[in-house]
């Protein structure tokens, strides 16, 4: 992708933004996001045990942990939206692996599927802590290994930029004639 980027005109450089933990304030958030979905159900004994025991810690973090997770949120994007001070876009992975089967978390406990599944989100994790807006599209080529998808993610409030510099590699790599395999 930074070689298409390159292609296009674009200045492209390596750098790592100032990311830091993101799990602490992230992880109530999601867990209060659960809880807050399975009480919008119609029938919430019809969820997995896991999701009714995850929905169970996001009531029990409660408002107070998610208030707790937004207070330091400007503080955060501060730091890590310097970045964006000399560069318009951060290009990253999107995820670290390929998805797991559907399966692979069936029958097991939420703190074992909750430490499964973090690690895959955790190029992700930042922008939804932090508020900076963020895209995933397909590489130029998959070969079945990570990564699957590209993360643009700009400045906060700058969609506009990154679905230009979508449509761009779009229309550089014709995604819609790509398929991945399906298993």
């Known amino acids: 992708t930074a070689q298409v980027l390159r292609s296009l005109g674009h200045e492209v450089t390596e750098r790592d933004p100032a990311y830091g933990d993101m799990r602490p304030p992230f992880t109530p958030r999601w867990l209060r996001g659960i809880r807050d979905d399975a009480a919008a159900m119609p029938d919430p004994g019809q969820l997995e045990a896991r999701t009714r025991s995850l929905a169970r810690l996001g009531g029990v973090l409660g408002e107070r942990g998610v208030r707790w997770a937004l207070r330091g949120e400007p503080r955060r994007a501060e730091r890590i939206g310097a970045i964006f001070e000399d560069h318009d876009v951060l290009l990253t992975a999107t995820t670290y692996a390929p998805p797991p089967a559907a399966d692979r978390f069936h029958g097991k406990g939420w703190f ?54 979508a449509a761009q590699l779009e229309a550089e790599i014709g995604w819609l004639d790509r398929r991945p395999p399906v298993d």
């Not at 599944?117 to 990570?146: K, L």
């Open 112 to 165: 074992t599927s909750l430490n499964g599944a973090t690690p895959i989100a955790s190029f992700t994790t930042p922008w939804n802590v932090t508020g900076q807006p963020a895209c995933s599209v397909p590489p130029p080529t998959w070969d079945g290994a990570a990564p699957v998808g590209v993360q643009l993610v700009g400045r906060s409030g700058d969609e506009a930029t990154l679905l230009s510099l």
